[in-house]
């Protein structure tokens, strides 16, 4: 049955959609693709028999099914990019605005583009609101103290504060540092938060 | 997630759905009514060039809810086996027990779905889907918002996928009022998305 193949791309997002992302599915995208053209070049002839003898309406049927299947393909395929577009954002947030070399590892390179737009483009927002700027990926959650206590999960070398202090972060030291300039690092699993 | 929007409604309402298009991927029985040249390989059980009339094939949801439209009648199609009168009967006696999920992972978008393709039986299956779900659903709000830590997976099973939908937010919620009970939601933690990344890392390293 047509459609098949741009099914195996949904059934990859679904079943990683509470992973991280997967990696992307170029050679699939390319078939299913390749599968569209055929539909279409075969829709063409027929529909150009079709104008041209009137009478003859079997093909129709066919034209039918075949413009059905270009339809779900384009369904598909724009869910999948869709779907992963929308997970790109989430890690955005969560990561912050380097990702790890393997997620990014999975992404084609115009997924990268779109990364790197929107990156900009949520920068730029975020430097013109308020005086001077608004980080809005900071204090997701109202924030109780100025400081809070953190311990150190792995070997990340110095930290430079923005009173111009180093610290070093090794693993298992306990820091207690300006909330807002650790909360990116807990987020991202550096840090833990003691209480 | 998208609870709100559910399987079901379709191209229109959930074209970008990546469940909407799972549950219209699934096989309706359906009867040609019309002749369909050339695409004879789509019916695998024969090598004839045409499809011919009367022949019976299994077509995806979308395909069959295109060509059985009132205005087109290509194809009839058949209730699939999981809302025929055997099942409601069972479901009819006990919905608690039934595993849906076996049944069809959408059970009851499908159920939906085939309404509206005018089955003689169409009112039947409806009103068989509420009282199954209103049946179950107490069951599953009962076991989501006061299940802790036990291992509840044979029951998961036996849920379709809008029903593990609710079942996890249930879970969640019931988590995150533990956490703040315990005065922990002040806590800054790792983000889910970057912990699950993480776990995926050591498994691929181990």
């Not at chain 1, 992404?107 to 730029?124: C, D, H, Q």
Request: charged fraction near 25%; include cysteine; charge should be positive.
């Amino acid at each position: 049955m047509f459609g098949e193949k741009a099914l195996d791309l949904i059934r990859e997002v679904h079943r990683t959609r509470e992973g991280s992302l997967g990696p992307y599915n170029e050679d699939g995208v390319r078939q299913v693709l390749e599968e569209m053209q055929v539909l279409y070049e075969a829709n063409q002839q027929d529909v150009a028999q079709l104008v041209q003898n009137d009478s003859d309406q079997t093909s129709l049927t066919a034209v039918q099914i075949r413009h059905d299947s270009l339809q779900r393909n384009k369904r598909c395929l724009l869910a999948y990019l869709y779907n992963r577009l929308q997970k790109i954002r989430a890690l955005r947030w969560e990561f912050g605005s380097v990702l790890p070399t393997d997620v990014r590892g999975n992404m084609s390179p115009k997924e990268i583009e779109w990364f790197t737009k929107y990156n900009r483009a949520l920068a730029n927002y975020m430097r013109s609101l308020g005086n001077g700027g608004l980080d809005l990926t900071q204090d997701l959650h109202p924030p109780q103290n100025v400081h809070i206590e953190v311990r150190c999960v792995e070997d990340k070398g110095e930290l430079e504060l923005d009173d111009g202090s180093k610290i070093l972060l090794k693993k298992n030291s306990l820091h207690y540092l300006p909330r807002s300039q650790c909360e990116h690092l807990i987020r991202q699993g550096v840090l833990k938060h003691v209480t | 997630m998208d609870l709100l929007c559910p399987p079901g409604g379709g191209m229109k309402q959930n074209y970008l759905s990546i469940d909407d298009i799972m549950m219209s991927s699934e096989k309706i029985p359906s009867t040609f009514l019309v002749s369909v040249k050339t695409l004879g390989y789509l019916d695998p059980s024969t090598n004839k060039k045409d499809i011919e009339v009367g022949s019976k094939l299994d077509l995806p949801l979308w395909l069959a809810l295109s060509l059985a439209h009132p205005r087109k009648k290509f194809v009839t199609v058949e209730l699939t086996k999981p809302y025929k009168a055997t099942y409601r009967e069972i479901l009819k006696a006990d919905a608690g027990v039934v595993n849906l999920y076996k049944l069809c992972p959408y059970y009851y978008a499908l159920g939906q779905q085939q309404l509206s393709l005018n089955h003689a039986e169409g009112i039947l299956v409806a009103r068989s889907l509420i009282l199954a779900f209103s049946d179950r659903f107490r069951r599953i709000m009962d076991l989501s918002g006061n299940a802790i830590g036990g291992d509840n997976s044979s029951l998961i099973q036996q849920f379709d996928e809008v029903e593990r939908r609710l079942f996890a937010l249930g879970q969640k919620s019931l988590q995150s009022f533990q956490r703040w009970e315990v005065g922990e939601s002040r806590t800054l933690r790792t983000s889910e998305l970057v912990s699950r990344h993480r776990k995926r890392k050591r498994e691929a390293v181990d």
